[in-house]
């Protein structure tokens, strides 16, 4: 198999390799390939902006891009071992090449120089302002030509959610501002991490953090559900195209580890804190499936600290009825003391069908469901909700009786069970 030329103009061109791992598989899935240049005449070795200082005029551009491509495939091929599982080479095509619609030869041309099939080539894409049509072809060549797509550096700059769901593509690069904001923040500002991770799942897209350099941003990375993470905490970019295989490994076996048992702890905690009001959620509810009324029968629960309404909502997540607030609060008066949300507060005649509480509840009949925090639409507050289904005695229609608790991240843990999680049954009557 022909060797490609490392040499481009006075210098050599180099790949240094930084791994990108799973924090779920806890290993090496893939390696980024970044360009390095060894002056011929020093041996100094130099970034990749000063050899693409070379590349004065377009055509330049791209002859170096499809070189530096190849040279890293064949290096990426001869560090590869046979034995261990496959691995993704990302590469990065500039936004110039993509505009100039010069990457239709460059990869084909490069995959000549080694033993690297298309399957296992990830091409890193930039968003840049008014590419969306060339940037969606450049999706769709290399898709077709059997390549994975990333998206890289979301977060920043010109990307947005249109071009993500235009594009489709199988992996979002995090930009490494977000982690680096999400750690200065509070935790209750860390969810809006959590959040973007899961918009980009719901769009299909794996997401890679970029920028990891500390064991504490590496925690923010796993409690976000990020799936790959990539940066200085786990492994700097090396040139030794024999680097040990477990590079980064301790480093994630230790965070993970240590994830798990704060999380367990967590959950402990959770338990306790939430068994007074699971137990007197259920009793509430088997007296109001004895035919007692709501008030009635959430006395005691609305007695407890944080818990802000109860109502009740029918098969179709309607809401019906009265619905019971704090003592001393009137249905149009606001849980909160800021008066700002009061036209919120007086939620009778609502329909909550689109929440995850009513429809868990509908799902596994009698049994306790408990949500995850949430910003409720009653105030600028976040909640969580008890929920438990049960099927009436007159019209045998099912009717959900619910309690929004408040979750103070101060006075609660930070994080509620899962949602969908199912707790004791109701006791029958």
Known sequence: ??????????????????????????????????????????????????????????EHLHQLEQQSQAVHIANFQRCGDPEAPPKWLFLNVSPETVADNAYRDLLPE???????????????????????????????????????VALDDFGTGYSNFERLWALEPDLVKLD??????????????????????????????????????SEEQAMIALDADIDLVQGFYFALPTLDSHAPAERGLAQ?????????EETLTAVNREQITLQPYEQ???RAATRLDRGHGLRESCADLMALRGVQRCFVLNQRGEQVGEHLLPAGLKADAPVTTDPRHAPLVDTRG??????????????????????????SSTGRHVCITLSIATRSHDDGHYYVLC???????????????CEGTSRAAAPSP
């Open 110 to 148: 490069a995959l000549r120089f080694g033993g690297v099939r298309q399957h296992q080539i990830v091409v890193e894409l930039l968003e840049t302002p008014g590419n969306e049509t060339t940037l969606a072809e450049a999706v769709d060549y290399f898709r077709g030509l059997g390549c994975l």
């Open 252 to 260: 994630v076996h230790q965070v993970t580890e240590r994830f798990t």
């Open 280 to 282: 007197t959620f259920l």
């Open 176 to 213: 490494r501002s977000l982690i680096q904001g999400a750690a200065e923040a509070l935790n209750s500002k860390r969810r809006i991490l959590s959040n973007l991770v899961a918009l980009i799942h719901e769009a299909g897209s794996l997401v890679v953090l970029e920028g990891v350099e």
């Open 403 to 417: 309690c929004d608790v408040a979750w103070y991240p101060g006075g609660a843990p930070e994080k509620a069970p």
């Open 1 to 58: 198999m022909p060797r490609p030329s490392d040499q481009w103009f006075d210098y050599r061109l180099e790949s240094a390799f930084q791994p990108i791992l799973s924090l779920s598989h806890r290993r090496i899935v893939g390696y980024e390939a970044l360009l390095r240049g060894r002056c011929s005449t020093t041996g100094a070795l130099l970034p990749p902006a000063r050899v693409f200082e070379a590349a004065n005029t377009l």
């Open 350 to 375: 609502g329909t909550w069908s689109r929440r995850p509480y009513f429809r868990d509840a509908l799902l596994a009949p009698r049994r306790l469901k408990i949500s995850r925090p949430y910003l």
